[in-house]
């Protein structure tokens, strides 16, 4: 195979369709707008959601509720059974689960242990939240969570 045998596969490449070139194309003389109106002409036609000069549907509806700006906190979530990589007694904190690629990045609000997995080394744990479930399996590993704001 050379470069200049190459050529796209079938049907993915169509042929550009010119407009208003004579009555044989098919697109001749309105070029397939129709006769007259506001669609025929250059420029023509309305906006997204324009309801002929009533008041758009839109703006009827009353508005409801608000987006609560605290409600939503991101933390960088790392699973128990994750953390099966480091060496026994290591002490274990966002920066260097950052540093490891375990946690693809940094979160505003720290780091979230959770607890799918198995621990079976004692390890110390920096964290900011974590469930009870990770709480129990890192106590039972012999290792310790120090909870930090």
Do not use: C
Request: glycine share 16%; hydrophobic share 30%.
């Amino acid at each position: 195979m050379k470069i200049e045998n190459l050529k796209p596969a079938d049907g993915s490449t169509t042929k550009k369709t010119r407009v208003g070139r004579g009555i044989g194309s098919g697109l001749g003389k309105t070029s397939g707008r129709g006769h007259k109106g506001q669609w025929a002409r250059s420029g023509g036609g309305v906006k997204a959601g324009f309801e002929g000069g009533n008041i758009p549907l839109i703006r009827k509806v009353p508005i409801r509720g608000f987006n609560n700006k605290n409600y939503h906190k991101v933390y960088a979530t790392v699973n128990v059974g994750d953390l099966e990589v480091f060496d026994a007694n290591t002490e274990i904190n966002e920066e260097l689960l950052y540093e490891y690629r375990v946690i693809g990045k940094r979160a505003p609000y720290g780091l979230k242990v959770l607890g799918n997995g198995t621990l079976t080394k004692p390890l110390t744990v920096k964290a900011s939240k974590a469930t009870k479930s990770a709480m129990e399996k890192i106590e039972k590993a012999g290792g310790k969570l120090i909870i930090e704001e």
